[in-house]
């Protein structure tokens, strides 16, 4: 008895095909498992075992013959794993999980609305910045598990299907348009919301389009390029410019990105490279399966790449929270001290000269009491930019604490010490500070001091320049004194 033969089925090849063999009741049974096993596409295998079982006992008791549910479940289950064996890699994973495409895309939809949820949970607890680009990738995420609702809802007829084609699709590309925001935001760049929503609409429309004049192919490519040059984009935001220094992460994403990008493009121009173009999401080919699994596989590795990411920008931001001024972007005290420490071991090894320039606002307290705080903290920023613009850039600049401030000038003799200083003096005066409607006046009392033998010791060279800084403003501010 011939119970399983090579075939095809509906015009498609099929590597293991029941047929009815005339009166042979029992491997019509085993046909009409197969049957149903092809056709309930949303069953589980057991289910479909239950109404294989229950057609085949139908035909055994017509004919007086035993029933043997067991010997159909035995036989389906063979058929199914011989189709795993012909099958393209994802489709045979699914096989012999005992998975059909919708059971993957409920999972994948409780996924990333799980995912979605965990994050925009957690994320008011981080900066501002940070924050945002987390409410993106969380609605991005929410988007992209809708998409694979939409076709659960088609497979089980609550849904249209040109409903179901057409919102997944639009939904995905928007999903991935609000990754390339929370890239921009974690990045700090700027970027234009009525772009991408007419990148988003523009979507919507061309699927409606091609939806109702029936160009199959011709929705399949667009819909493919679009999302191709959406993964273009957030894999040159990852890795143009080149990302700070110690952050591959970044790197390793916009890679990631960018393959997604390219297996997006092979598909958009699918009719060129199959006999038989894609038509439907559920056409059986290399190319949807290499799709698949490079969006299956982007959707786990793109969230650990995020989560990576958030914890480098956390990072930065804590380090740029313990190593700057809040207020004036520059080195504070502390950081300001090891490196200087640093920096003279390096010249007593070298036999080099240092100097340090200690630089306070002349009249500070003037300007807080006639202007208030905010002018005071302005008058800061404003003086800090300044002298940062007239510093070198192996310069260490720190703001001591109050309007004080401290520069360390590497490999710099006293008598180049004091022409920076005086620069630093005439740049600081001519500046034009302005708060609101008022024109204030900035000046600066600097004091210099180098170090060109042993010790090469902080305390003592930070001593030297204090007392300098001491008698410049006593001998009338806004000047330069040496010690």
Wanted: glycine content about 8%; proline content about 4%.
């Amino acid at each position: 008895m011939r119970r399983l033969s090579p075939g095809a089925e509906n015009g498609v090849a099929s590597p293991c095909v029941i047929e009815p063999s005339g009166n042979n009741l029992s491997a019509n049974a085993l046909y009409l498992a197969h049957r149903v096993g092809t056709c309930f596409k949303l069953r589980k295998s057991e289910q479909a075992l239950c109404e294989a079982a229950f057609f085949g006992r139908q035909g055994f008791q017509e004919s007086g013959e035993p029933v043997s549910a067991h010997f159909a479940a035995v036989e389906f289950v063979a058929c199914r794993r011989r189709e795993a064996d012909g099958a393209f890699p994802l489709q045979a994973l699914l096989i012999r999980a005992d998975m059909d495409p919708y059971t993957l895309y409920t999972l994948l939809t409780l996924a990333s609305v799980g995912k979605a949820g965990v994050i925009l949970l957690v994320a008011p607890q981080y900066p501002a910045r940070i924050t945002r680009a987390m409410h993106s990738w969380a609605l991005g995420g929410l988007m992209t598990g809708m998409n694979f609702a939409l076709f659960i809802l088609a497979g089980r007829a609550l849904v249209p299907e040109p409903v179901a084609l057409g919102g997944a699709v639009t939904l995905a590309i928007g999903g991935t348009l609000l990754v390339f925001v929370a890239v921009q935001e974690l990045r700090e760049r700027a970027y234009s919301k009525f772009a991408l929503l007419g990148v988003f609409v523009l979507t919507a429309v061309s699927n409606v389009y091609t939806l109702y004049a029936g160009y199959d192919k011709l929705r399949i490519s667009t819909n493919s390029a679009w999302a191709a040059a959406v993964f273009f984009m957030i894999a040159s935001a990852l890795l143009r410019p080149a990302p700070p220094s110690g952050r591959s992460i970044y790197r390793v994403t916009g890679v990631l990105a960018l393959a997604i990008s390219v297996v997006l493009a092979i598909r958009a121009v699918n009719p060129l490279i199959l006999g038989a173009p894609i038509v439907h999401p559920m056409d059986e080919n290399w190319v949807q399966q290499l799709t698949y699994s490079a969006m299956l596989v982007g959707n786990v590795l793109g969230s650990l790449c995020f989560g990576l990411i958030v914890a480098e920008e956390l990072n930065a931001e804590l380090h740029q929270l313990a190593s700057f001024d809040s207020l004036t972007r520059i080195y504070n005290r502390r950081v300001f001290e090891n490196l200087a420490t640093d920096e003279l071991l390096r010249a007593r090894s070298k036999r080099e000269p240092v100097s340090l320039l200690m630089i306070d606002i002349d009249h500070f307290k003037q300007v807080n009491d006639r202007h208030g705080h905010a002018a005071g903290d302005a008058a800061l920023v404003r003086v800090a930019e300044t002298m940062e613009e007239s510093l070198r850039h192996r310069d260490l600049f720190c703001r001591y604490g109050g309007e004080e401030f401290g520069v360390l000038l590497p490999a710099t003799t006293q008598e180049q010490a004091q022409r920076i200083a005086d620069r630093l003096r005439l740049a600081t005066m001519h500046a034009g500070f302005r708060y609101g409607e008022e024109a204030i006046s900035l000046t600066v009392s600097i004091g210099v001091t180098c170090i060109d033998r042993p010790p090469y010791d902080l305390s003592l060279l930070k001593h030297s320049a204090d007392r300098a800084l001491y008698h410049a403003k006593q001998n009338g501010r806004n000047r330069v004194a040496v010690v």
